[in-house]
């Protein structure tokens, strides 16, 4: 046997080269898990940012209304943004207002189910029948990485729409709230009783969604020493309602 046959035999043979050939092996497959994971990785981060950018719009425009105009998004993770144009008093000047909150996990998942039945408003949304009575004019949209879709509409029979408008209607309600008690909390003090004792009764009534939504305001009477003690332990009141309301959601 030549001297280069007898080297590659004693180095097959030796068990110092078999084992460092078993940690090069074992090396490219753990750096193949490790590629493939920061790959999976990727993916589900992706997923989740396309999912927490997904938003979804309601707006209406409804002249001669108060507010005459109104808009809601709220994106995947829940967060919620309502800003409005209008007037809180005959007597008063138009004001823009605009807040920003944390929809309730079963709202948030409501209306992207929702929009999903309606096929993300793909399609006829308005139902095209002239008789039925005007009630503003309604935009919903949706937008995500992969779609932006609007529909306009006066009125629509789809039962996903309508169902979503009747809820994005609700939370208006509940932070209309907010804009008037900010205004009558700066302005008109009086006035809050009344104003409270209506949220009061439409909150007991179910009539109201989110109200957590309008917290801050609400605080910002408790908290004013210069407001009645009744009108302050009602807010107080209202507060608790919608953390209760909101935990249960």
């Known amino acids: ?36 994971s920061a790959l999976l990785l990727a993916q589900q981060t992706d997923g989740s940012r396309a999912a927490s950018t997904a938003v979804v719009t309601f707006t209406l425009d409804f002249p001669q209304s108060n507010p005459e105009h109104y808009s ?22 138009e004001q823009a207002y605009q807040t920003e909150f944390e929809v309730s996990a079963r709202n948030r998942e409501r ?10 408003f793909a399609g006829k949304v308005d139902s ?27 009125y ?28 009558y909390h700066r302005y008109q003090k009086l006035a809050l009783d009344e104003e409270l004792k209506r949220m009061e009764e439409q909150a007991k009534d ?10 801050p305001e609400l605080k910002a009477i ?7 003690n009744v009108v302050r332990a009602r807010a107080k009141e209202i507060i608790e309602m919608g953390s209760t309301a909101a935990a249960g959601h």
């Open 72 to 93: 809601m998004a709220i994106d995947g993770a829940g967060h919620a943004r309502y800003e409005c144009t209008g007037k809180v008093a005959e007597n008063s000047e």
């Open 222 to 228: 408790v908290e004013d020493s210069s407001v009645i």
């Open 111 to 120: 209306v992207f189910g929702l929009a999903k039945r309606a096929q993300y």
């Open 156 to 183: 629509s029979s789809l039962p996903a729409v309508e169902q979503l408008t009747a809820l994005f209607e609700s939370m208006a309600s509940t932070l209309e709230y907010g804009r008037r008690l900010t205004y």
């Open 206 to 215: 179910e009539q109201l969604s989110e109200i957590q939504g309008v917290t």
């Open 1 to 36: 046997m030549t001297t280069p046959s007898l080297m590659r035999a004693f180095l097959i043979r030796d068990p110092r080269i078999r084992s460092m050939r078993l940690w090069r092996v074992v090396g490219m497959v753990v750096l193949g898990i490790a590629a493939m």
């Open 128 to 154: 095209g029948n002239r008789k039925v009575a005007f009630t503003g004019a309604k935009i919903l949209s949706y937008q995500d990485g992969q779609r932006s879709i609007t529909a306009k509409y006066n």
